[in-house]
């Protein structure tokens, strides 16, 4: 989603520049209607005003998404509530889930549109050169391919950052997401439900017809248990963690657990590289924000890659591309802090603790303008 969203935005602003998108993973376009992708992303204000800006929202929103005016957040072990409503900052919505394969769908329609851009997919980079004028790339099938700069939204485990020996600073969370969908017996009522439990946070995510989308963050044993058992058990032990504030759960689809972990990379750029996404940075999904943050790497890295073509600067050369590491690296940085922090928080079981943070709960809830300031700046419209 992330490289493919920066070839669709530098292809719409830079008619000149010639971009080949490589993807090792044949995109899924088809699927039946009363089935939901179990990966799905809390889509920001800020992403959805990029979205438009590439040409790939209207394409997003003639499929299938899910506005949410409301987040309810509650501790598991206190009595400590937290609840954002979009009507008292004066918008529609404070975002939206989307099916990570609907904008992925998207994308693809979009790409379709933009000559500039030259899909190989799927294919897999074979070997790349890291040379002084141009960098060169080697695919499966033993095309070469020359270019001024490369960008590596790999992923996590990504390729071409190991390439590059860039090495990462970040560790394992001794957690795994459950991923699962849900109907519940109460409509979701277009909230994003949140719980905060002591082995970590249960979320419901709101989905069209009622469905949730579930990220239940665990021990990696827990999780497994939790694959391994009746749906009728799951069901019924989901329902329990959730204190069943949409009632019973009346279907689950097939569950599938990922493996937690925080990293940073040491570097974000050398001489023609730039790592956007995951490949750069990942943190806890407890506040929603992975994706989000790729997203905002593309927004900066365009920025940055568009001003050096306006001043007729080399794309690839290390002072333009630090530029962009530096305002990604403070951003990033803050948001990584931010979500282990509340990990770390609502993970510990010392009586104090858990006092304080539902008391700070409690008080941040009944400040309206505190609370309309956190979900602007979680939103990106802090400066609308």
Same mark, same amino acid.
């Given at each position: 989603?992330?490289?493919?969203?920066?070839?669709?935005?530098?292809?719409?602003?830079?008619?000149?520049?010639?971009?080949?998108?490589?993807?090792?993973?044949?995109?899924?376009?088809?699927?039946?209607?009363?089935?939901?992708?179990?990966?799905?992303?809390?889509?920001?204000?800020?992403?959805?005003?990029?979205?438009?800006?590439?040409?790939?929202?209207?394409?997003?929103?003639?499929?299938?998404?899910?506005?949410?005016?409301?987040?309810?957040?509650?501790?598991?072990?206190?009595?400590?509530?937290?609840?954002?409503?979009?009507?008292?900052?004066?918008?529609?919505?404070?975002?939206?889930?989307?099916?990570?394969?609907?904008?992925?769908?998207?994308?693809?329609?979009?790409?379709?549109?933009?000559?500039?851009?030259?899909?190989?997919?799927?294919?897999?980079?074979?070997?790349?050169?890291?040379?002084?004028?141009?960098?060169?790339?080697?695919?499966?099938?033993?095309?070469?391919?020359?270019?001024? @700069?490369?960008? !590596?939204?790999?992923? +996590?485990?990504?390729? %071409?950052?190991?390439? =590059?020996?860039?090495?990462? /600073?970040?560790?394992?969370?001794?957690?795994?997401?459950?991923?699962?969908?849900?109907?519940?017996?109460?409509?979701?009522?277009?909230?994003?439900?949140?719980?905060?439990?002591?082995?970590?946070?249960?979320?419901?995510?709101?989905?069209?017809?009622?469905?949730?989308?579930?990220?239940?963050?665990?021990?990696?044993?827990?999780?497994?248990?939790?694959?391994?058992?009746?749906?009728?058990?799951?069901?019924?032990?989901?329902?329990?963690?959730?204190?069943?504030?949409?009632?019973?759960?009346?279907?689950?689809?097939?569950?599938?657990?990922?493996?937690?972990?925080?990293?940073?990379?040491?570097?974000?750029?050398?001489?023609?590289?730039?790592?956007?996404?995951?490949?750069?940075?990942?943190?806890?999904?407890?506040?929603?924000?992975?994706?989000? @943050?790729?997203? !905002?790497?593309?927004? +900066?890295?365009?920025? %940055?890659?568009?001003? =050096?073509?306006?001043?007729? /600067?080399?794309?690839?050369?290390?002072?333009?591309?630090?530029?962009?590491?530096?305002?990604?690296?403070?951003?990033?940085?803050?948001?990584?802090?931010?979500?282990?922090?509340?990990?770390?928080?609502?993970?510990?079981?010392?009586?104090?603790?858990?006092?304080?943070?539902?008391?700070?709960?409690?008080?941040?809830?009944?400040?309206?303008?505190?609370?309309?300031?956190?979900?602007?700046?979680?939103?990106?419209?802090?400066?609308?």
């Amino acid at each position: 989603m992330v490289g493919a969203t920066l070839a669709c935005g530098l292809a719409e602003e830079a008619e000149q520049l010639k971009i080949a998108l490589i993807d090792a993973n044949e995109p899924k376009l088809d699927w039946a209607n009363d089935s939901y992708d179990m990966r799905v992303s809390a889509v920001t204000r800020a992403s959805q005003k990029l979205f438009k800006d590439v040409g790939v929202w209207e394409y997003i929103i003639k499929q299938r998404i899910s506005p949410y005016q409301d987040m309810f957040v509650w501790d598991g072990t206190g009595k400590g509530e937290l609840h954002f409503d979009s009507a008292d900052m004066g918008e529609n919505d404070l975002g939206h889930i989307i099916e990570n394969r609907v904008i992925v769908k998207a994308l693809h329609q979009r790409i379709k549109e933009l000559p500039q851009i030259e899909l190989f997919c799927p294919t897999k980079l074979k070997k790349v050169e890291f040379k002084q004028d141009k960098n060169a790339v080697t695919l499966e099938n033993k095309n070469e391919l020359t270019a001024s @700069l490369i960008v !590596a939204a790999d992923g +996590s485990r990504s390729w %071409v950052r190991q390439q =590059a020996d860039i090495a990462v /600073k970040g560790w394992d969370f001794d957690q795994s997401a459950l991923v699962t969908t849900v109907k519940t017996e109460q409509y979701h009522q277009d909230t994003a439900w949140q719980r905060f439990l002591p082995t970590g946070p249960l979320a419901f995510l709101p989905l069209t017809e009622g469905y949730s989308s579930i990220v239940w963050s665990t021990s990696p044993k827990e999780a497994k248990r939790l694959t391994e058992i009746s749906e009728e058990d799951f069901a019924g032990e989901i329902e329990q963690a959730f204190e069943s504030k949409l009632g019973k759960i009346i279907s689950v689809a097939e569950r599938v657990v990922f493996p937690l972990r925080l990293f940073e990379t040491l570097h974000y750029v050398k001489p023609r590289l730039a790592l956007v996404g995951d490949a750069a940075h990942t943190i806890h999904p407890l506040a929603g924000q992975g994706v989000n @943050l790729g997203l !905002a790497d593309v927004s +900066s890295l365009m920025d %940055v890659i568009l001003d =050096a073509l306006d001043d007729k /600067k080399d794309i690839g050369d290390l002072k333009v591309l630090r530029r962009y590491e530096r305002w990604r690296r403070s951003e990033n940085r803050a948001m990584i802090i931010a979500m282990d922090g509340l990990k770390r928080l609502f993970g510990s079981e010392l009586t104090v603790v858990k006092g304080l943070r539902s008391v700070g709960l409690d008080i941040t809830n009944k400040i309206t303008p505190l609370k309309n300031i956190i979900m602007q700046q979680a939103m990106g419209i802090f400066n609308k």
